[in-house]
Each structure stands twice: as C-alpha cells, then as structure tokens.
C-alpha cells in the first residue's frame, strides 16, 4: 500500500518560513521522481518544484530563488524549504511520487500566509 504523508503546514506572516516534509511508503522511493504541487481555491494544481531520481531539479517561476526541493533516499522523504513566503503562495500543497505512467498523491498539507 503506497501512501504519501505531508506535513509541516501552517499559518505564517509574509516574508517567514515554512518547510514541508513529504514520507514515503509502500514504493522504492529512489526509484520515483518526487514533486511538490499546490492547489490554491478556485485555481487549477500548479506544479511547485520536482527532483528527479538523478538528482536534478527545477522549479515553477512563481517559486524560483524562494523554495527548494530536497530528498532523503535514505528516509523516503521529500521536503520542500519554502522562504520568503508571500500571500500568494496560500495553498494546499500536496507530494507526488511518479515513475513512468503511474503516479502517486498526498493527501495535502495546508499553507496559509497571511498578516
């Protein structure tokens, strides 16, 4: 049974931190493609950050210089360091583990930002 389980969500200030946390079970967590996506109310799920089995990574611009992704094989885990956050990075985040033509979900974290 695979299950992806986020956490570190919150209510923040703008300008503070956050970092996500992302534990893997039930697939060989090295072998996926780990990302970070969030879904803000009446938005479509916008993909925030992905790094791949070798280790490379890239980033939604809206992200860019802000957030980074990282992994822990040795955990299973995926966490995402999310700084300088803004009112608009409000959202429900949510951990996708993918591999091929199949992909996993987390149930979502929530992120609010707000003063």
């Known amino acids: 049974q695979v299950q992806l389980v986020e956490s570190g969500g919150g209510l923040v200030q703008p300008g503070e931190s956050l970092r996500l946390s992302c534990a893997a079970s039930g697939i060989i967590f090295r072998l996926y493609g780990m990302s970070w996506y969030r879904q803000a109310p009446g938005n479509r799920r916008e993909r925030v950050a992905t790094i791949n089995v070798d280790g490379t990574i890239n980033y939604g611009d809206s992200v860019k210089g802000r957030f980074i992704i990282s992994r822990d094989n040795v955990k299973t885990t995926v966490y995402l360091q999310m700084n300088s956050l803004k009112p608009e990075d409000t959202a429900v985040y949510y951990c996708?583990?993918?591999?091929?033509?199949?992909?996993?979900w987390g149930q979502g974290t929530q992120v609010t930002v707000s003063s």
């Open positions: 996708n583990a993918h591999i091929w033509n199949t992909e996993y």
